[in-house]
């Protein structure tokens, strides 16, 4: 079984904290990897990219969600912007 990180946009246009963001996470990132272990450790260096480029801390407005399988950044409202997940490939 193959594992990814999948990537999901939940607004029309991207917001420049958003572009910033996706520019730092390399393509590689959401490939086919051989086991969820390196899919979740993946996902947690997106959260630590997340982290180290402050959107969270500048934009008030916005929370992080994590679990150990997904990832959402929310506004204050609780309505999604962005979200990284594991899938199962084939």
Do not use: C
Not at 12 to 33: H, S
């Amino acid at each position: 079984m193959m594992y990814k990180v999948s990537k999901s946009e939940y607004l029309e246009r991207r917001p420049a904290w958003m572009i910033t963001l996706l520019l730092r996470l390399q393509p590689k990132l959401y490939g086919n990897l051989p086991s969820e272990h390196k899919a979740k450790v993946i996902l947690r260096y997106i959260r630590m990219m997340i982290h180290k480029s402050r959107i969270i801390k500048q934009k008030g407005r916005l929370q992080l969600e994590s679990s150990s399988d997904k990832l959402v950044i929310k506004n204050n409202f609780g309505r999604p912007y962005l979200s990284f997940n594991i899938e199962k490939t084939k």
